[in-house]
């Protein structure tokens, strides 16, 4: 049986999420992949606050900068940052433009004080074919090694 392929996307906004996508890759040794989008964020935390509360509003999906092929990977662990009670827009915009169908997502998140939120359920519902195993939370950047290697050896 051959080893299953492992990616590990992720759209970062201030780096907190990159710092744990970076850790995922270091224990499981996957091809790490950041989501961009074209149009960048504002760096005022007001400013991007604002927009992001707009664009979940309006269910908006901006357009990525980049693009790969998930059809050789089994198992995605996708990263964001928690906006407005659930996923970043960047993430909405990637899980909607793939076919996930038979994938397996680890969603990890990372938020300033509310928690996850509906980040994992509302993951759920936007990709009903896929299963999603429990994620990862973390408070900012705060997360140790160890309990990031910890939550993916249990996931086994």
Known sequence: MSENKILIAYYSYSGNTKLIAEKIKNITGGEIFEIKTIKEYPRNYTDVVNLAKQEKEQDLRPELANKIDISNFDI??????????????????????????????????????????????????????TTIKTGFTSYEHSAKDSEIEEWINNLK
């Open 76 to 129: 995605i662990y996708l990263g964001t940052p928690v906006w407005w009670y659930t996923f970043a827009t960047p993430i909405k915009t990637f899980l909607t433009e793939y076919d996930f169908t038979g994938k397996t997502i680890i969603p990890f998140c990372t938020h300033g004080g509310g928690g996850a939120s509906a980040t994992y359920s509302d993951m759920e519902k936007l990709c009903p074919n």
